[in-house]
């Protein structure tokens, strides 16, 4: 079992490109989330999914898309970047009404 | 509006002095108190989940326990592997899972 495995670990963009972070898990996990995590802020909600087909917005949604066609994958989408969007990035999957499991991350800078 | 709240920020120990973390917590329907550890440049890694008040789990050297407002985790004779930022989580319902900001904690040999 590999988890929960996002790609890719870094990546520089200039701003106004687009990119999509890859998440994926081989749990069988109905519920996956996207969060961003920075300094003195905590981990803070973008966007998740209950199941394949349905998709809702967290905490901080704005500049970011979501689709989730299976229920293995569930890729963030930035569609114009910002500096503002500098951050870490973290997938997570779970069962639901459980604990989470994390992906390694992604570390994106917009210059 | 729900709220977790974690206290220290930072934490330096020496080797086998115990010690405890503290999160506060505010939310509606609490359904699980949950902590992590994150080491630098990695996702956080599950620890505990609480359910009600008085429940306690424990893992080598880690005991959580859990009140009506707050958890603590319990660090027992530390090492400096024990050294990493420790998050609480609260949910009180299925997606909606409050972060607080995390303890560093570090573990001087």
């Known amino acids: 079992n590999a988890g929960v495995t996002q790609t890719p670990k870094f990546q520089v963009l200039k701003t106004g490109q687009s990119m999509t972070l890859q998440c994926a898990q081989d749990?069988?996990?109905?519920?996956m989330s996207w969060y961003r995590q920075d300094p003195g802020m905590g981990l803070r909600l973008i966007h998740y999914?209950?199941?394949?087909?349905?998709?809702d917005q967290g905490e901080v949604p704005n500049g970011y898309n979501v689709s989730r066609s299976t229920t293995e994958d569930f890729p963030l989408r930035l569609l114009s970047a910002a500096p503002s969007q500098t951050s870490v990035y973290f997938c997570?999957?779970?069962?639901?009404?459980?604990?989470?499991?994390f992906g390694q991350g992604t570390r994106l800078t917009v210059v | 509006e729900d709220q977790v709240t974690q206290s220290p920020e930072a934490l330096r120990l020496q080797e086998g002095e115990s010690s405890s973390l503290n999160c506060s917590y505010t939310?509606?329907?609490?359904?699980?108190l949950f902590w992590y550890r994150q080491d630098p440049g990695k996702g956080p890694e599950f620890l505990f989940t609480?359910?009600?008040a008085g429940e306690e789990k424990e893992k080598e050297r880690l005991k959580a326990t859990l009140t009506k407002k707050e958890s603590f985790l319990h660090i027992t004779a530390p090492k400096p592997e024990d050294s990493a930022t420790y998050l609480c989580?609260?949910?009180?319902?299925?997606?909606?899972?409050?972060f607080g900001t995390g303890t560093k904690l570090q573990v001087i040999p």
């Open positions: 609480l359910y009600s």
């Open positions: 749990m069988n996990h109905e519920y």
């Open positions: 939310v509606s329907g609490l359904r699980g």
């Open positions: 999914s209950v199941g394949a087909g349905i998709t």
């Open positions: 989580a609260a949910t009180g319902g299925y997606q909606k899972v409050t």
């Open positions: 997570a999957s779970r069962p639901a009404g459980t604990e989470a499991f």
